[in-house]
């Protein structure tokens, strides 16, 4: 079975959550980590599908205007 594999952006990326998810051995990749604080969200988007990661936010709105635009 496959790993999951995160990315979280800056709306998602507590402490906490991360390191939670961390302990649980999921594979985390933050905004911070990678460089993108202060982004546009389809930046954000882009950068998570690169990593081939599951964009993980708490956004949904814009998303979903990015989905429909």
């Known amino acids: 079975m496959s790993q999951i594999r995160l990315y979280l952006d800056e709306d998602s990326m507590r402490r906490s959550l991360v390191f939670g998810l961390r302990a649980r051995n999921v594979d985390v990749l933050t905004a911070i980590e ?36």
């Open 34 to 69: 990678a460089d993108m604080i202060n982004r546009q969200d389809e930046d954000q988007l882009t950068a998570a599908a690169a990593a081939g990661r599951a964009l993980f936010t708490y956004n949904r709105a814009d998303y979903c205007a990015l989905h429909q635009g």
